[in-house]
T-cell receptor, first 112, second 115 residues
């Protein structure tokens, strides 16, 4: 079974600064996918970014980028130029056989 | 394109009752997955349906069941409700063509409270 670890329960970041959210995973599968989702207080899970295990380059989507280090089994999310609307819970997730396995999440609070 | 919709958004039930939650996927998506989110257990996978067939199931008791209709809409049912079933139930849809790359898009969730 895959295990996803997010070691930062909560983080504070100043508006307009960058923040890095840590995620490590454990799998023996050579082919897999990793996701990051954002969950505001409203509850809806919002897809942010995807990284495939065979992708040659790190994924980027606007202000979101993924620092993927396959050998270390880490997939850290970098949010650049933080905005007040980025305050939310962030989840790293591993997909296998149509099933997402989530980490415990990191709460990000952006300060003005 | 409309997103994933879930109804109802909020439910209050009492122990022993049963409940049915509904999920309509994004148009063109044939896979629907269900997840339970609680403060203690986090996000847990319940089951996934594709073309009316359950392809994967999580580690939940038989009181939790689901089905998918020919139009890809899905329902999940929880019978004999327990206090511990109080949770946010999230539905997600995807194309269902790859178990390792498909992006799952989530609905707003149904918040169930069991009294």
């Amino acid at each position: 079974a895959q295990k996803i670890t997010q070691t930062q329960p909560g983080m504070f970041v100043q508006e307009k600064e960058a923040v890095t959210l840590d995620c490590t995973y454990d799998t023996s599968d050579p082919s897999y996918g990793l996701f990051w989702y954002k969950q505001p207080s409203s509850g809806e899970m919002i897809f942010l970014i995807y990284q495939g295990s065979y992708d040659q380059q790190n994924a980027t989507e606007g202000r979101y980028s993924l620092n993927f280090q396959k050998a270390r089994k880490s997939a850290n999310l970098v949010i650049s130029a933080s905005q007040l609307g980025d305050s939310a819970m962030y989840f790293c997730a591993f997909i296998n056989d149509y099933k997402l396995s989530f980490g415990a999440g990191t709460t990000v609070t952006v300060r003005a | 394109k409309a997103g994933v919709t879930q109804t109802p958004r909020y439910l209050i039930k009492t122990r022993g009752q049963q409940v049915t939650l509904s999920c309509s996927p994004i148009s063109g998506h044939r896979s629907v997955s269900w997840y339970q989110q609680t403060p203690g257990q986090g996000l847990q996978f319940l089951f996934e349906y594709f073309s009316e067939t359950q392809r994967n199931k999580g580690n939940f008791p038989g009181r939790f069941s689901g089905r998918q209709f020919s139009n890809s809409r899905s329902e999940m049912n929880v019978s004999t409700l327990e206090l511990g079933d109080s949770a946010l139930y999230l539905c997600a849809s995807s194309h269902g063509t790859s178990g390792r790359t498909d992006t799952q898009y989530f609905g707003p969730g149904t918040r169930l409270t069991v009294l």
